[in-house]
Each structure stands twice: as C-alpha cells, then as structure tokens.
C-alpha cells in the first residue's frame, strides 16, 4: 500500500525533475490537441456577458500591461489568467478528466501563458510546464473524485488551483521546498461550491479563472518569501481531509503517486463534441443514434427514459432561463438531440430555447438512476442508455458507455480542428481561426495570443 507520508515533497520534487525532461511524443500531441481545444474555446466566449463582467473587473483591480486576455486587451498578470481562465470555461466547450470530473486546461494555461508572457519565456518551456501542472490537477482531482463532489466541491478549481501553481513553479524555476510551499498556500485558495446549481449562478465559469489566478499568486508569494505548509495534501487538517475525508476509503494516494513520471494520465482527457456538461454527452450519444438508425421525427415519440449515473441524475432540471441552465439539462439536450439531429452552441441560445417542439418533446423526457452506470461511474467510464418508445409501440434503445471524445472513443484531429472553426470563425473570422490552429499545433499559443485579441475585438459590435 502506498503510503501518503511526505506527500506534498514528493510531488514537489517530481515537478522539479519531471521540468528537465522533453514531453514524450504521444504526450506533446496530446498537450497541442488540448491547446487548440482551449484556444478555440476562449476566443468563442469572449463575447458573453459574463467574459465582460469579469473584463470589467480586472480592469478596475488588476490593470496593466503585462499579459493578454484576448477580446479584452492587455492587463496584469493575474488579471489577464483570469479572464482567459473564466473564458476557457465559458460556453461549456472545454475538455476534462473523466475520473476526476474537471477542466484542467481552463486553468493552467491562462496561468501559464500569462506568466510566460511576462517572463518573455520560450513557448516550448511553457507547454512543459502546462503538461505537468494539468498532470498534477488531474491526479488530485482523481483521487477525491466522487468523494469532492459529494461534499459539495467542484473539482476543476479546487484541483486546478494546485496545477496552476504547479506549472507557474516551473516558469519561476523553483526548488522542491519552495514549490512545496507554493503547494502550501495554494490549498488556502482552493475554493468553488457546486450551489451555482441551484441558480445556475453564471460564477461557475469564473472558477478556473479564479484558481488560475490563484495559483499565480500561491508561486508569487513563495518567491516573495512567504510559508505555506508543506504537507498540505497529506495533513490532519490538509487538502484531502477537509474535501474528500478519510485515507483509503474517500481518497486514494495511489491514484496520485502511482505511475506519476512514467504514465501519463493527462493523455486520457477527453475532448467534447458537444458545448454543454459532459455528464450529458453518453445520453446525447445515444438519442443522436437512435434518431439517425431510425429517422424518427418528433411527433412519432411517446416517451423518452435516460437511465444514467448518479451524479448525471442530477442534471435533470427543466427551466430554460439562462444559458447554463440549458447546458446542464439532460431533458433539454437530449430533446435538442431528437429534434434537430445535433448539438451545437446556436442550440442554446434564447430562440433555441423557447423552440417548441423541443419543449414539447422535453415533457416527454424523464431521467432516472440506472444502478449498473452508477456502478460504472467513473472509473469505468460516463455510461447512459436512452430508451424511447414511439406513439405506434415500437422501443428502441441505445446505450453509450463512453460518450465521443473520450479516450477510448477519441475525436479525431481532423474533427477537432473543424469543432475549432465552428467555435472561432464567428468571432475572428477565417484568417484569424486558421491562425489559431496553425499556432495550436506549433505549440506557439503566445505568439498567437495578441492576433487574436485583436481579431476579436477588430469584430466586437
């Protein structure tokens, strides 16, 4: 059995050493698919009301000139990772880690391009720390992972946090104690509550913006000479013991430290094919099949049953308000799905919303807990199974044990780059889209940041 004694050091030295080794290949195509993913994702949110509210706001307490936040101009260094990190998240279109249910791009490379920037640091040094700061936040969150959830956490800032500050220790070429000690303080701001739920609160798409700033300031502050404790994850009163509970049983030392160096988990994020929660994705999956094996129309369904896991069930809701409250609904994008035979951001905005022959079918709609996904979840992947049963009597159903885009069912490069131009060409246009990608997969985020920031804001009404 492992043991979690000097938790906190080990992981420190392995960012130490791990930083003076080249990414394996598989590794670094896999960091420039995430890259491109996330770059697409952030110019595409850029001009939602809550990317101007956070603008907004760091403009008033974190001006400056140091860093780009792209559609908003040139801020601080905290200011402009918190903008991006805010929009990496913004329209639900960013990747994940399915046994860990979190985001780790929206925060750590907001955090990293804006202290690479500022740092004037090569981007070849910037995705290695990217790749070991997303390594560490998907390894915490996992070994948590439902447990976190369960007490009312939300994985992607409170793991996230920790990854930031693990790849901004990287740019700051700290030493095992002082990265310890940026570990230290960053578990004093990871923070981010799943009662946005209940409201759906638009903060959960400032949570990887917050921790991507965060975890700035956790290194800063090191490096300004202050302490944080240095067995923050392994400690009576640490990280695993306040979000998740007891050793073995709610958490999993293994799942952080096994393999850590040699496998990389990082290579089994998945990438979504649909801008919306991924815990919807396997019943949209199936809804999309059924429709397209049997060119079923609306008005031919009697009745829609998604068996899923538990954690998905809770995803039910029916109000339509706001955007993420159709984001996070099972009923409406599963009715989208059967109604328009795919899922896409137009999908969601206030027209789509009040389409009724998709409200209309969403009555028809119910959501129960399947014990087998259940089971499965999430270790063994996001199960779902859609049964529908037609107005003359006829049952189909599907079930998808792992949605597309999961590892074991990846998206292809050549879709990922299309998923990219939908999301960025309305905003920046062609040129400016073929940029993004092209940047993406040199591995040059930085240098494409300000042609970006100003095809954006060249195109603002």
């Not at 491109?36 to 001006?63: C, F, K, M, N, Q």
């Not at 700051?172 to 923070?191: F, K, P, T």
Request: hydrophobic share 45%.
């Amino acid at each position: 059995m492992t043991s979690s004694s000097g938790l906190t050091r080990k992981i420190a030295a392995w960012i130490v050493e791990q930083q003076q080794e080249p990414l394996p290949t598989a590794l670094d195509h896999h960091v420039r698919r995430l890259l491109l993913d996330h770059l697409a994702g952030v110019v595409a949110s850029t001009p939602g009301e809550v990317s101007a509210a956070v603008a907004r706001h760091a403009h008033r307490l974190y001006p400056g000139t140091a860093a780009t936040a792209i559609g908003h101009g040139r801020l601080s260094v905290p200011g402009a990772a918190m903008i991006n990190g805010t929009n990496g998240h913004g329209i639900e279109s960013d990747e994940g880690y399915t046994p860990g249910s979190m985001h780790p791009t929206s925060v750590v490379f907001p955090a990293v391009f804006a202290v690479a920037q500022d740092r004037e640091l090569p981007a070849e040094r910037a995705l290695v720390a990217a790749a070991i700061g997303m390594e560490l936040a998907c390894r915490l969150a996992a070994a948590g992972h439902p447990a976190t959830r369960h007490r009312h956490f939300h994985n992607t800032p409170i793991a996230g946090v920790f990854g930031a500050a693990a790849a901004v220790s990287v740019l700051y070429e700290l030493d095992v104690e002082h990265v310890a000690n940026a570990l230290g303080i960053a578990g004093s701001h990871a923070s981010g509550l799943f009662e946005f739920l209940s409201s759906s609160a638009e903060v959960k798409r400032f949570h990887p913006g917050k921790a991507a700033r965060d975890g700035i300031a956790a290194v800063d502050l090191v490096d300004s000479g202050l302490t944080g404790p240095t067995t923050v994850f392994e400690g009576t009163d640490g990280y695993f013991a306040a979000y998740a509970g007891v050793e073995g049983e709610d958490w999993h030392v293994e799942t952080v430290l096994e393999g850590l160096g040699e496998t990389w988990v990082l290579t089994r994020t998945y990438v979504k094919p649909y801008p919306c929660c991924r815990h919807l994705h396997g019943a949209i999956d199936a809804a999309l099949a059924i429709r397209s094996d049997n060119a079923l129309t609306p008005d031919e369904i009697e009745s829609v049953a998604v068996g899923t896991f538990a954690i998905a069930t809770r995803h039910a809701g029916r109000a339509l308000a706001t955007l993420l409250d159709a984001q996070l609904s099972l009923p409406f994008t599963v009715a989208t799905a059967l109604v328009r035979g795919a899922v896409g951001l137009t999908d969601f905005e206030p027209a789509a919303r009040t389409d009724s022959t998709v409200l209309a079918l969403m009555d028809k709609i119910s959501v129960h807990l399947d014990p087998e996904a259940d089971a499965a979840y999430p270790r063994s992947g996001r199960p779902a199974e859609v049964t529908i049963t037609t107005t003359d009597g006829r049952v189909f159903a599907q079930r998808v044990q792992h949605p597309y885009g999961e590892p074991s069912n990846p998206m292809h490069d050549a879709d990922l780059e299309a998923k990219a131009r939908r999301l960025a060409e309305p905003v920046v246009g062609a040129a400016a889209a073929t940029k993004l990608i092209a940047a993406a997969w040199d591995g040059d985020a930085l240098a494409v940041l300000d042609v970006l920031d100003h095809a954006v804001r060249a195109t603002a009404p």
